[in-house]
């Protein structure tokens, strides 16, 4: 199990460092901050501890609440939209607006230099009317985005603190020109966040700002969730990379392994070194050594690990192209999965479970903090799993398993022409059709090699047992496809780094754990009964509080660790998709992994 807290700070290298959420401000800063958070008045309900789409504001993800914090704004009806002036329609806020917008690009307000010229157009455009607040005081959008700005800060973002110190100094704002300082900050804290990170051009996204629901568009350009921060933090060193000479590559060839010695070990070495898995100071003799040592090999599989590769520390065909993907394309495939990180962040409430379908791992998040981890099995490529969303309502242990009519007369049928007692040995059932009353038949009465898969008129099911391809249990939820979270008799394929192996249902490893962790406060069903209804192999369901679920496909995320995860694009859904503000399709390298062609989907790789 693992959990996931703390702030990502700086990146040294390939790696995030995790410290404390927040940086601690003077005394001074704070009674202010305090202040203004007494003099606070937004609307006539109290804020919101938690919403869809973030964690509740003012839990950080590692406990620290040595800063200051923006203060909660009241949560207006969903349906509000911000206050939106028109051409020649001028409030008292409008005409402050417009004075400070038109004084020239340089623009300064509570300490704060503002992007003059980046927020002037979209203020003219619409007369200057405000965005953020109107002229009784803070409006409804408003209130949404400081109640944002703060989930967004509790899950990560931490670039644009100095703005957020200053929004909490005028949050009692009352004039003219305090709303309209309070406005500028509130639009600068968000150009400012969302910078250089894949989203929308500042004039377009202040200008959709004042459209629609605010709750939704800040939900999605201000994301509460910690994997979009994590990622957010990361992308000024790919930018770097990206910018920077490239990176060395790793000729093809024989397997390289530790002891060998070889003209292409320099490269290597020089390649981990540009990404940071190996030290940039060794002996200078070292560096251009052909000598695959131990410290080569240890630095390898940290990069093996960090790309979904076995990671045994030996360089074969699937590593080499893995190291050498260009800095470029690692860009994109950050920039790519942040825009996905945020279509998803209004659906990533306080509590759901996540299986990163392309990571081949599971996550169940409560409160901001992963609180249960897995590795999975997913779906191969010709049979996807299918990403969706819905609700895990009940447990069934011990689940009867009534095989899919494609499994039936494919696999199931090549399983018995290579064992003619496999029905026999692993508790599979003949029916004579689908529904409740179907009469079973006798398997070993049948002429099997008259059907095949164009011809397959029986019902399979396989009962409760070891062998039951279901595992010990399913966590069932409405799909259209027939698909669940379940366990797997076959254990050993977890160790794979490569684990794209099922029919389409998502495997995961320790599905009892989980099952017993969702059921820990009812007391119904203590650990002892669980572990005794699995072993008894007695077919019994677990009703459960509902819990969102979602199937989603990241190729780049950040670890608990502050690692940067990139994974092969197995199902080649990068190829083509966009971010707006990639100024196109977002084009992936030919020979980069990812490519349905060159993606190894069972067995061992390196």
Same mark, same amino acid.
């Given at each position: 199990?693992?959990?996931?807290?703390?702030?990502?700070?700086?990146?040294?290298?390939?790696?995030?460092?995790?410290?404390?959420?927040?940086?601690?401000?003077?005394?001074?800063?704070?009674?202010?901050?305090?202040?203004?958070?007494?003099?606070?008045?937004?609307?006539?309900?109290?804020?919101?501890?938690?919403?869809?789409?973030?964690?509740?504001?003012?839990?950080?993800?590692?406990?620290?609440?040595?800063?200051?914090?923006?203060?909660?704004?009241?949560?207006?009806?969903?349906?509000?939209?911000?206050?939106?002036?028109?051409?020649?329609?001028?409030?008292?806020?409008?005409?402050?607006?417009?004075?400070?917008?038109?004084?020239?690009?340089?623009?300064?307000?509570?300490?704060?230099?503002?992007?003059?010229?980046?927020?002037?157009?979209?203020?003219?455009?619409?007369?200057?009317?405000?965005?953020?607040?109107?002229?009784?005081?803070?409006?409804?959008?408003?209130?949404?985005?400081?109640?944002?700005?703060?989930?967004?800060?509790?899950?990560?973002?931490?670039?644009?603190?100095?703005?957020?110190?200053?929004?909490?100094?005028?949050?009692?704002?009352?004039?003219?020109?305090?709303?309209?300082?309070?406005?500028?900050?509130?639009?600068?804290?968000?150009?400012?966040?969302?910078?250089?990170?894949?989203?929308?051009?500042?004039?377009?996204?202040?200008?959709?700002?004042?459209?629609?629901?605010?709750?939704?568009?800040?939900?999605?350009?201000?994301?509460?969730?910690?994997?979009?921060?994590?990622?957010?933090?990361?992308?000024?060193?790919?930018?770097?990379?990206?910018?920077?000479?490239?990176?060395?590559?790793?000729?093809?060839?024989?397997?390289?392994?530790?002891?060998?010695? $070889?003209?292409?070990?320099?490269?290597?070495?020089?390649?981990?070194?540009?990404?940071?898995?190996?030290?940039?100071?060794?002996?200078?003799?070292?560096?251009?050594?052909?000598?695959?040592?131990?410290?080569?090999?240890?630095?390898?599989?940290?990069?093996?690990?960090?790309?979904?590769?076995?990671?045994?520390?030996?360089?074969?065909?699937?590593?080499?192209?893995?190291?050498?993907?260009?800095?470029?394309?690692?860009?994109?495939?950050?920039?790519?999965?942040?825009?996905?990180?945020?279509?998803?962040?209004?659906?990533?409430?306080?509590?759901?479970?996540?299986?990163?379908?392309?990571?081949?791992?599971?996550?169940?998040?409560?409160?901001?903090?992963?609180?249960?981890?897995?590795?999975?099995?997913?779906?191969?490529?010709?049979?996807?799993?299918?990403?969706?969303?819905?609700?895990?309502?009940?447990?069934?242990?011990?689940?009867?398993?009534?095989?899919?009519?494609?499994?039936?007369?494919?696999?199931?049928?090549?399983?018995?022409?290579?064992?003619?007692? +496999?029905?026999?040995?692993?508790?599979?059932?003949?029916?004579?059709?689908?529904?409740?009353?179907?009469?079973?038949?006798?398997?070993?009465?049948?002429?099997?090699?008259? +059907?095949?898969?164009?011809?397959?008129?029986?019902?399979?099911?396989?009962?409760?047992?070891?062998?039951?391809?279901?595992?010990?249990?399913?966590? $069932?939820?409405?799909?259209?496809?027939?698909? +669940?979270?379940?366990?797997?008799?076959?254990?050993?394929?977890?160790?794979?780094?490569?684990?794209?192996?099922?029919?389409?249902?998502?495997?995961?490893?320790?599905?009892?754990?989980?099952?017993?962790?969702?059921?820990?406060?009812?007391?119904?069903?203590?650990?002892?009964?669980?572990?005794?209804?699995?072993?008894?192999?007695?077919?019994?369901?677990?009703?459960?509080?509902?819990?969102?679920?979602?199937?989603?496909?990241?190729?780049?995320?950040? $670890?608990?660790?502050?690692?940067?995860?990139?994974?092969?694009?197995?199902?080649?859904?990068?190829?083509?998709?966009?971010?707006?503000?990639?100024?196109?399709?977002?084009?992936?390298?030919?020979?980069?992994?990812?490519?349905?062609?060159?993606?190894?989907?069972?067995?061992?790789?390196?």
């Amino acid at each position: 199990m693992t959990e996931l807290r703390g702030e990502p700070g700086d990146l040294p290298s390939h790696r995030i460092a995790h410290g404390p959420a927040r940086r601690a401000l003077g005394p001074a800063l704070a009674a202010k901050i305090l202040v203004a958070a007494a003099l606070l008045c937004l609307a006539t309900q109290p804020a919101s501890a938690e919403r869809d789409g973030a964690p509740a504001p003012g839990a950080p993800l590692s406990g620290s609440t040595d800063t200051a914090t923006l203060p909660s704004a009241a949560s207006p009806p969903s349906t509000v939209q911000g206050t939106a002036g028109l051409p020649g329609q001028q409030t008292a806020v409008a005409g402050s607006l417009a004075t400070r917008l038109g004084a020239g690009d340089s623009l300064e307000i509570a300490g704060q230099s503002l992007p003059g010229a980046l927020l002037r157009d979209p203020y003219a455009a619409a007369g200057y009317g405000p965005i953020w607040t109107e002229d009784k005081g803070i409006s409804p959008a408003g209130a949404v985005l400081i109640d944002q700005l703060q989930a967004a800060k509790s899950a990560g973002m931490s670039m644009i603190d100095p703005l957020l110190a200053a929004i909490a100094e005028h949050a009692g704002a009352k004039t003219p020109d305090d709303l309209a300082d309070l406005d500028l900050l509130l639009s600068a804290a968000m150009l400012a966040a969302t910078a250089d990170s894949g989203d929308m051009p500042p004039t377009a996204l202040l200008a959709a700002a004042r459209k629609g629901d605010p709750r939704a568009f800040v939900a999605i350009h201000l994301p509460g969730n910690f994997f979009y921060w994590g990622l957010r933090q990361a992308l000024p060193a790919y930018r770097q990379y990206a910018a920077g000479p490239a990176w060395p590559t790793v000729p093809a060839g024989p397997k390289l392994e530790k002891g060998m010695t $070889d003209s292409r070990v320099a490269a290597l070495r020089q390649r981990l070194m540009a990404t940071g898995e190996l030290s940039a100071t060794p002996a200078e003799a070292d560096i251009d050594s052909d000598v695959f040592d131990d410290a080569l090999a240890a630095a390898l599989r940290k990069f093996q690990a960090s790309h979904g590769l076995d990671s045994d520390g030996k360089v074969g065909p699937q590593t080499i192209a893995a190291l050498n993907v260009s800095a470029a394309d690692r860009l994109n495939s950050i920039l790519l999965n942040m825009e996905r990180f945020r279509q998803l962040s209004p659906s990533m409430g306080a509590r759901y479970l996540y299986v990163n379908v392309a990571g081949m791992e599971l996550f169940l998040v409560e409160q901001g903090r992963v609180t249960f981890h897995n590795r999975v099995i997913v779906g191969r490529v010709d049979r996807k799993t299918p990403l969706l969303q819905s609700v895990i309502k009940r447990i069934d242990f011990n689940p009867t398993w009534v095989v899919p009519a494609k499994i039936a007369r494919i696999d199931m049928l090549n399983h018995l022409r290579q064992d003619p007692s +496999y029905f026999r040995s692993h508790n599979v059932r003949v029916f004579d059709g689908w529904s409740a009353d179907a009469h079973e038949i006798d398997s070993e009465s049948i002429n099997w090699s008259q +059907y095949g898969s164009g011809n397959m008129p029986f019902v399979l099911r396989q009962d409760p047992g070891p062998e039951n391809a279901l595992g010990p249990l399913k966590f $069932d939820f409405a799909n259209d496809y027939a698909v +669940y979270i379940h366990g797997t008799p076959v254990q050993s394929l977890f160790s794979l780094g490569a684990r794209a192996l099922s029919s389409g249902c998502v495997r995961m490893e320790q599905p009892v754990d989980m099952a017993a962790y969702l059921l820990r406060n009812d007391p119904n069903w203590p650990r002892s009964r669980i572990d005794d209804v699995v072993r008894k192999a007695t077919t019994v369901s677990a009703p459960v509080p509902p819990l969102p679920v979602m199937l989603t496909y990241q190729t780049a995320w950040v $670890d608990g660790e502050g690692t940067v995860q990139f994974r092969a694009d197995i199902y080649g859904l990068d190829r083509g998709a966009s971010y707006p503000g990639a100024g196109g399709d977002v084009a992936a390298s030919a020979g980069a992994p990812g490519a349905p062609g060159t993606v190894a989907v069972g067995g061992k790789k390196s």
